[in-house]
Each structure stands twice: as C-alpha cells, then as structure tokens.
C-alpha cells in the first residue's frame, strides 16, 4: 500500500496519462480519485464512467457528444464526458469491456489529445 500511495504521489502532479489496473472491487476508482485530488486538476471535475455499463450504440455518444441531429434522436447538442472532464480527470472504468473499434476510437483520443476536431486543454488528466 505504501508503494502504490508513493506511485500516487509521483504521477498525480505530471501531465501524463495514467492506466489504473486491478480486478473488480480492487480500488481502482479510488486510486484515479487520490490522483485527481492531489494534482493541479483537483479544482476541476473528476468524471467518472462505467462503460461497461453502456450499451455499444450509445458509448460513443457518451464519450465524445453530438451535435443536434447527427443521428435519429439527437434532438439537442450533447456534451460528451470527455468534454465535461476537459482541464480535470476522466476515469473510465471496464475499457476491455468496449468493442475493439471503439477502444481504437478512444486510443485515438488519448493519443492526439482531440476528438471530433476539437482539442481538448493540455492538462485533461485521462484515467
């Protein structure tokens, strides 16, 4: 415990993205917490999502927003948790629960910082 709460220490104040692994139950939501709360993005939001809990059709949406008719049923803007969370953390818990196309759309978010040609701010801690 002592070492994972030094590791804490050690990334919660960099700008780089953090991967928190363990079983179910394991704390793992906790941990992205203790980070987001000792890093300079604690007066921001903490976003947390299961996208597990998600059904496919609708993670994408979720994650990213849309505009006012992009689809059938889109009948106002939406605002995506990556938004919401932008100069704070997003902590997505089951991602091996997305299918492979929507994990490579999320990888790509991750690695170019922008989605849907939007850039997010460079302090957006993903989790």
């Known amino acids: ?3 994972l709460l030094e590791t804490v220490a050690q990334v919660a104040p960099s700008e780089a993205t953090v ?3 363990g079983e179910s139950g394991s704390g793992k939501e906790l941990i992205a917490g203790a980070v987001h709360y ?3 993005r604690k007066d921001e939001a903490f976003i947390k999502m299961n ?4 059904t496919e059709t609708l993670l994408e949406s979720e994650l ?4 006012k008719g992009a689809f059938t049923g ?3 803007r939406k605002e995506g948790k990556f938004r919401q969370a932008d100069g704070g ?3 997505l818990d089951e991602v091996g629960e997305m299918s492979l196309s929507m994990q490579v759309k ?3 978010a991750l690695q170019e910082m922008e989605f849907s040609g939007l850039a997010a701010k460079s302090c957006l801690k993903w989790m």
């Open 1 to 3: 415990m002592v070492n």
């Open 19 to 21: 991967l928190v692994t």
């Open 38 to 40: 000792n890093s300079p």
């Open 51 to 54: 996208c597990a809990a998600v």
């Open 64 to 67: 990213f927003g849309h505009e």
């Open 74 to 76: 889109a009948h106002r």
């Open 89 to 91: 953390s997003l902590f």
């Open 106 to 108: 999320l990888l790509r």
